[in-house]
């Protein structure tokens, strides 16, 4: 089994050098680290779904995945811990010929950005959020994040955790998402076709991967190495496309739920925004780019010369 | 390189004479700017600039967002910011506290932004509806690190809708965020507010790269330390962090690459700080006392300041309408002539430090302090006046 399982892995590789910045390598990462694994399955997905990268924004929050943000050749912002989704709410709604990607952590996500994860799902913005779930605070140490399983040890819990963790596609379902689909680094392929599929809807997605952050989670949770996580994902993920997201709660060593859980349609942010102007202000309504603004203020300092005073 | 000039876009501007409030004139200032963006959280007393907004903009070619909280508010106007809009914010002490973070954000990637603070009574909850001015050091120093931003006080709704305009300009002359420093007191009075034609409005645009992909640098400077910058989408791939990083954008964690990358932050803005300082000065000439005032609390001095005068002492008047970089040069030329400086603030002692840091001993330094809630009385500041120009300098 293992050897098939390192072939999968090296093939998925192939395709992320056009999408990446080769010039910031090595990355972070630890070896068996499964962000990168997340990250060959996005590349191949942007390839795949032929997106124009020209007009790909990824936007990352603060831990390792956040780290994404730094490695992948598109414009891509590197903001604050857990603001990743607001500061890409605001670049979705200035310039809506963005396809915008929120790519980050759990903690980042679902704790100290909990607040703008469901208020994003429940607006609509038109954002495909791949959230890399290790169960853990990984950037920190190995902390409690909302997303550890009870009984886990970590840093703060070295006794095991007794909080009830989140579900977080029950949690972005019921918030409105219109996509929600879980993986884990096993499903590599799955992972880049609902990527892929998230990019043709237009509303909020989210995508959880499940990962394994070897050097802090597993290792406390003596769960073993890489290649032991990859066994574990293998054998105890159930594809059940359209289950209920209320069935999907994660366990440290039991099954995993994964699949496409909601694929449904809703006017989005941007969409309702609009036509709740046009008819409540008619011809008074004006729909504009802001970078036509910008090219605007442009055109006035190059075309204008006799106005233009330097200060 | 100087930034360009340009005017404003007709579209958002209001010509005309009105009668309004300061809180509506900061939004007619920010639409007369070019500010097409504003994300924001409803907190007394600063809603009425951005419920303004929110009528104006969808007539104008822009959004407005409310959003769940100051801490997305905040980073939600960056965003937009990196999208190609002029953006803003508005908030008021516990929203401004919120926004921390983000002031730093905004330093660190050279976002260009306008940050409104309507300050009311504090700490915490304090007096939502009442004035103060015990924000400006937090204006100054509340993010952490080392950094400089700009910030400007406006005494009446005149100022709020012209030095709106000047705050879009800095923050897009200096790739910076302005505090945008008001109070109760001026958000809410009514006067009248003259909105002259778009052509008379200058407007600095956003330092746009012309470089092509390959030549660009995004945070390559051009000889006066302020980066071009480019917007998501047009092709540049280029990368933004909060972290510490090199002329790519890319991070780089070493005491180096930190060393040149702070001080240059700080530099761009203290090397201009004889430009971006502006003041209303009046009778320094010969004075043996300067009340040092900013803000509303300018115009109780301006009272205090003629009845001194009606007393025979040579008071002169200096009011800050920047307050951030603190022109300590002009201080310091002033302290080496006068006996003293008075400074009535709507707090317990804030700007007045810097007061007499910059003075230095070459003239003493009286605070009129005052914990909020209100204005002061004139009596209260001529007091001081009067015991400062009987003072020696020892
Ligand atoms: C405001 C703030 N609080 C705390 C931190 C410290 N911090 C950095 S990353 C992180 C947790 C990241 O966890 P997660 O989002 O799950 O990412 P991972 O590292 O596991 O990929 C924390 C708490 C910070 N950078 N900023
Ligand atoms: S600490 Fe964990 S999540 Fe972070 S890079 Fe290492 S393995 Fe990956
Ligand atoms: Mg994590």
Not at chain 2, 14 to 26: E, R, S
Not at chain 2, 51 to 74: H, N, Y
Request: net charge negative; proline share 6%.
């Amino acid at each position: 089994m293992s050897d098939s399982l390192v072939t999968e892995i090296t093939n998925a590789g192939n395709p992320v050098d056009a999408i990446l910045r080769t010039d910031r390598m090595p990355h972070i990462w630890c070896p068996g680290c499964g962000i990168g694994t997340t990250v060959n399955s996005f590349a191949r997905a942007l390839i795949d779904s032929k997106i124009d990268l020209g007009s790909l924004a990824l936007v990352s929050g603060i831990g390792c995945t956040g780290r994404v943000a730094g490695y992948v050749k598109l414009d891509s912002f590197h903001t604050t811990h857990g603001r990743a989704i607001p500061f890409a709410t605001g670049l979705k709604l200035a310039n809506p010929n963005l396809n915008v990607v929120v790519y980050s952590g759990d903690g980042d996500l679902s704790a100290i950005g909990g607040n703008h994860l469901i208020h994003a799902a429940r607006r609509n913005i038109d954002l495909k959020v791949i959230c890399v779930n290790n169960l853990i605070y990984a950037m920190t140490g190995g902390q409690t994040a909302p997303t550890t399983p009870g009984h886990s040890i970590t840093s703060t819990n070295p006794y095991g955790t007794f909080e009830p963790s989140f579900n977080l596609p029950h949690l972005v379902e019921a918030a409105g998402a219109v996509y929600v689909a879980r993986w884990t680094t096993f499903h590599v392929r799955q992972l880049a076709r609902s990527i892929s599929e998230a990019f043709k809807k237009k509303g909020f997605s989210f995508i959880e991967v499940i990962s394994p952050c070897p050097t802090l989670y597993q290792r406390r949770n003596k769960l073993g190495d890489a290649l032991d996580t990859m066994k574990y994902y293998k054998e105890k993920s159930k594809v059940r496309n359209g289950s209920p997201t209320s069935e999907a709660g994660l366990t440290m060593t039991g099954e995993i739920i994964v699949g496409k859980f909601v694929d449904r349609d809703r006017p989005d942010y941007g969409t309702m925004m609009r036509a709740q102007y046009a008819e409540a202000l008619g011809d008074e309504y004006v729909e504009q780019d802001q970078r036509e603004q910008d090219r605007m203020e442009h055109d006035r300092t190059e075309n204008d010369q006799p106005e233009m005073v330097c200060s | 390189m100087k930034a360009d000039r340009c005017t404003a876009d007709p579209r958002g501007v209001l010509t005309g004479t009105h009668f309004i409030d300061g809180d509506h004139a900061c939004c007619e200032g920010a639409l007369a700017a070019g500010a097409r963006f504003a994300a924001g959280y409803p907190i007394t007393p600063s809603t009425e600039v951005v419920e303004r907004f929110a009528a104006r903009v969808p007539k104008v070619g822009g959004t407005f967002i409310q959003m769940e909280d100051e801490l997305a508010a905040s980073i939600t106007l960056q965003g937009a910011v990196w999208g190609g809009a002029k953006a803003f914010t508005v908030t008021s002490g516990p929203g401004f506290s919120l926004m921390m973070e983000h002031i730093g954000y905004a330093v660190m990637t050279e976002t260009p932004c306008v940050f409104v603070d309507v300050q009311r009574g504090g700490p915490s909850t304090g007096l939502p509806t009442l004035p103060a001015q015990a924000d400006m050091m937090q204006a100054r120093w509340g993010s952490h690190g080392d950094y400089e931003i700009i910030a400007l006080c406006p005494n009446s709704p005149q100022e709020c809708f012209d030095l709106t305009i000047t705050a879009f300009n800095l923050a897009e002359e200096f790739r910076v965020p302005v505090m945008f420093m008001m109070d109760e007191v001026v958000g809410h009075m009514t006067e009248k507010v003259v909105i002259p034609p778009a052509d008379e409005i200058e407007i600095t645009p956003r330092r746009h790269t012309r470089k092509s992909v390959e030549d660009y640098l995004p945070y390559g400077t051009n000889g006066d330390g302020v980066p071009e910058m480019a917007h998501a989408g047009e092709g540049y791939n280029f990368h933004v962090t909060g972290l510490t990083h090199d002329e790519r954008g890319y991070p780089n964690m070493t005491p180096p690459v930190q060393d040149k990358l702070v001080r240059r932050l700080q530099s761009k803005i203290r090397n201009a700080a004889d430009r971006i300082c502006l003041f209303e000065e009046e009778q320094l000439e010969g004075a043996d006392v300067v009340v040092v005032s900013y803000g509303i609390t300018s115009r109780v001095a301006q009272r205090a300041i003629e009845s001194a005068r009606e007393m025979g002492l040579r008071v002169g008047k200096l009011r800050l309408i920047t307050a951030w970089p603190f022109p300590e040069k002009k201080i310091r030329n002033l302290a080496a002539k006068v006996k003293a400086f008075v400074v009535p603030e709507l707090n317990l002692g804030q700007m007045v430090h810097e007061v007499q840091r910059a003075a230095d001993g070459q003239a003493r330094t009286f605070a009129v302090s005052h914990a909020g809630g209100g204005v002061h009385k004139p009596e209260d500041i001529l007091k001081v006046i009067v015991e400062a120009s009987k003072c020696r300098i020892v």
